[in-house]
């Protein structure tokens, strides 16, 4: 992975998902490509994510059968607002599910539909439930060969027994292993492949789940095509000829070396928020002072985006937010420091708050965790607070039933989080308020009021489970409202959340066919940008899970068709 010829069609930067998207297909459509990383393992930020797609119109879900592109089109006005920019969205709703066929049909790329997953604003025109949000399947890592160990390794905080990765499949048979034949002979089967994982030398588990799934897929996909794949080597400059990029010259080995492009350069070297000097330029709370927890790398450090403005490029900064924004814990990794845990389903659930650091709730916690932090930023802010942390209290119940945060379910255990500071305990609700260093009289009033309308599953205050959405992510066994239960018998516990992200959509300017483009609107020859190194599709919103995945991928598959030109027909692999 460390050799590649000093000529090719097409430079790749980045080995996210769009940029491997993008060099997959290139390949696939017969041009001569190089992709180049900067850090020392593939896979960027999507290694690290639920490896989930949004994808219109999908063949999983019966195309047409089940979706239109006027419905697609009209949701998406709908959640993401006026700022849409409608030749864009008209690009990906139209070859959203045929960019995905294409790598399902020429690699080992390979989604299910995810029935349960229902588009996050239910009440909107066009939105539909469990039918546009797919999900990668697991792939065994032991087809990469000695390659496995080029591939980011998922966040520690989401493995369990030295590096056993968990996917959404496994989830009910981790909860269900004592109760149920046919989760305990899963999670045994689990058990076993991991041990002999490790026992053969393996650093962590190769059973890949999630967006570490779909990384391995198209890893594996393009070291079939053979296509060169550089590690370590970070562009450092675009070269530019009569206007036109020509290729790149990288840092590599203590050296520099040229590549050059024949056809583009295409950027797809993910977002910035591994940067500690962008995040205080571009996120306004960062620059108030305030806390920010990423799990992001920190060679996310939005050096794309330099190379990107260097050459004419401008940054999009119309949109409404520049993350995607989530709620986040950090996690005692014992010596190896904190982990960053994101809470996206937990706060849903019933016998579950959340409230400020007056002890008092502040928003609907089955609120999407882009608009929940939203919230949370925008209290601190109203109430004047140095920092925007909230905490998410439950008591014993609901806590062995759902599990909360980095906390496991029942059987798992909860001593070594009591042990190291991450939950919070107290025996009576005064206490845990004390631990926690808010207001007890507040707490206990807040318990109070929620519990009192919660035995018949109301929530008058904040509206708790009203949505479709919301209700998705709750219980369905509870009723009438999965989302919502007393928080009636302790002890009870807390873990504090602060801001987080999960990847920036700050990003440059860009056409339909990805293209950089200058202040003027014109576009730059040679120079497309792709995934979060473009400017978001979403404007600053999230209206559903793999709103970041599926573009990455749709835009990366055009891109290339764009540079291919349309009649090149796609090649088997060599």
Same mark, same amino acid.
């Given at each position: 992975m460390r050799s590649a010829p000093d000529g090719c069609d097409v430079l790749v930067v980045g080995s996210g998902a769009a940029g491997?998207?993008?060099?997959?297909?290139?390949?696939?459509?017969?041009?001569?490509?190089? @992709?180049?990383? =900067?850090?020392?393992? @593939?896979?960027?930020?999507?290694?690290?994510?639920?490896?989930?797609?949004?994808?219109?119109?999908?063949?999983?879900?019966?195309? &047409?059968?089940?979706?239109? *592109?006027?419905?697609?089109?009209?949701?998406l006005r709908a959640a993401v607002g006026p700022g849409l920019e409608i030749p864009r969205a008209e690009a990906f709703v139209r070859h959203a599910a045929e960019a995905l066929a294409f790598l399902e049909d =020429?690699?080992?790329?390979?989604?299910?539909?995810?029935? =349960?997953?229902?588009? $996050?604003?239910?009440?909107?025109?066009?939105?539909?439930?469990?039918?546009?949000?797919?999900?990668?399947?697991?792939?065994?890592?032991?087809?990469?060969?000695? =390659?496995?160990?080029?591939?980011?390794?998922?966040?520690?905080?989401?493995? %369990?027994?030295?590096? #056993?990765? %968990?996917?959404?499949?496994?989830?009910?048979?981790? $909860?269900?292993?004592?109760?149920?034949?046919?989760?305990?002979?899963?999670?045994?089967?689990m058990l076993a492949r991991h041990t002999r994982d490790r026992l053969t030398g393996h650093a962590r588990g190769t059973r890949m789940v999630?967006?570490?799934?779909?990384?391995?897929?198209?890893?594996?996909?393009?070291?079939?095509?053979?296509?060169? #794949?550089?590690?370590?080597?970070?562009?450092?400059?675009?070269?530019?000829?009569?206007?036109?990029?020509?290729?790149?010259?990288?840092a590599v080995d203590g050296g520099t070396r040229r590549i050059a492009s024949r056809r583009a350069v295409v950027l797809a070297s993910g977002s910035f928020s591994g940067s500690a000097a962008m995040r205080q330029r571009h996120f306004a709370h960062?620059?108030?002072?305030?806390?920010?927890?990423?799990?992001?790398?920190?060679?996310?450090?939005?050096?794309?985006?330099?190379?990107?403005?260097?050459?004419?490029g401008v940054l999009d900064d119309t949109i409404a937010e520049p993350a995607a924004w989530a709620p986040m814990s950090a996690v005692?990794?014992?010596?190896?420091?904190?982990?960053?845990?994101?809470h996206f389903g937990d706060r849903a659930k019933p016998g579950v708050i959340v409230v400020g650091p007056d002890g008092r709730r502040f928003v609907n916690e089955a609120s999407d965790y882009h608009d929940f932090l939203r919230a949370m930023l925008a209290a601190a802010a109203r109430d004047g607070r140095r920092d925007a942390e909230a905490f998410v209290v439950t008591a014993h119940g609901p806590l062995r039933k759902y599990g909360l945060g980095r906390v496991p379910a029942f059987p798992g255990r909860i001593g070594p989080f009591l042990r190291n500071g991450y939950l919070l305990h107290g025996r009576t609700v005064a206490e845990l308020a004390a631990r926690m260093g808010v207001d007890a009289d507040a707490l206990e009033r807040t318990v109070r009021r929620f519990n009192e309308h919660a035995v018949r599953g109301e929530d008058p205050d904040f509206g708790k489970g009203g949505t479709h959405y919301q209700r998705a992510a709750g219980?369905? +066994?509870?009723?009438?409202?999965?989302?919502?239960?007393?928080?009636?018998?302790?002890?009870?516990?807390?873990?504090?959340m602060l801001p987080g992200d %999960?990847?920036?959509?700050?990003?440059?300017?860009?056409?339909?066919?990805?293209?950089? @483009?200058?202040?003027?609107?014109?576009? %730059?020859?040679?120079? *497309?940008?792709?995934?979060?190194?473009?400017?978001?599709? #979403?404007?600053?919103? $999230?209206?559903? +899970?793999?709103? #970041? @995945? &599926?573009?990455?991928?749709?835009?990366?598959?055009?891109?290339?068709?764009?540079?291919?030109?349309?009649?090149?027909?796609?090649?088997?692999? +060599?």
């Open positions: 491997l998207s993008t060099a997959l297909t290139a390949a696939a459509l017969g041009l001569d490509v190089v @992709l180049c990383e =900067h850090a020392d393992v @593939l896979g960027g930020t999507s290694a690290l994510s639920g490896g989930e797609v949004w994808i219109p119109l999908n063949r999983q879900n019966g195309g &047409g059968a089940s979706d239109s *592109h006027a419905e697609a089109l009209d949701y =020429h690699s080992e790329v390979e989604y299910e539909a995810l029935p =349960h997953v229902v588009d $996050y604003r239910s009440g909107a025109p066009g939105a539909k439930d469990g039918v546009r949000t797919l999900g990668a399947l697991p792939f065994d890592g032991r087809k990469l060969g000695r =390659h496995f160990a080029s591939i980011r390794a998922p966040l520690a905080t989401g493995t %369990i027994f030295g590096g #056993m990765a %968990i996917g959404r499949e496994d989830f009910p048979h981790l $909860y269900n292993v004592t109760r149920s034949p046919r989760s305990f002979v899963h999670v045994a089967r999630m967006g570490n799934a779909l990384v391995g897929r198209l890893v594996c996909s393009l070291l079939e095509r053979r296509v060169p #794949m550089l590690l370590g080597c970070k562009v450092t400059r675009l070269e530019v000829e009569d206007g036109r990029v020509t290729g790149a010259t990288l960062v620059r108030a002072g305030r806390s920010h927890l990423t799990p992001l790398p920190t060679t996310n450090d939005g050096s794309g985006l330099d190379l990107a403005l260097a050459c004419g005692p990794l014992g010596g190896r420091g904190a982990g960053v845990f994101p219980d369905a +066994a509870v009723q009438p409202n999965p989302c919502v239960a007393p928080l009636d018998e302790g002890p009870w516990y807390a873990i504090k %999960i990847g920036t959509m700050l990003g440059v300017r860009v056409d339909a066919e990805s293209r950089v @483009l200058r202040a003027d609107g014109t576009p %730059i020859a040679g120079l *497309h940008a792709v995934g979060t190194v473009a400017s978001s599709l #979403m404007r600053g919103t $999230y209206p559903a +899970a793999g709103v #970041m @995945l &599926g573009p990455a991928l749709t835009f990366g598959y055009l891109t290339a068709r764009a540079i291919a030109g349309t009649t090149v027909t796609a090649q088997p692999p +060599a």
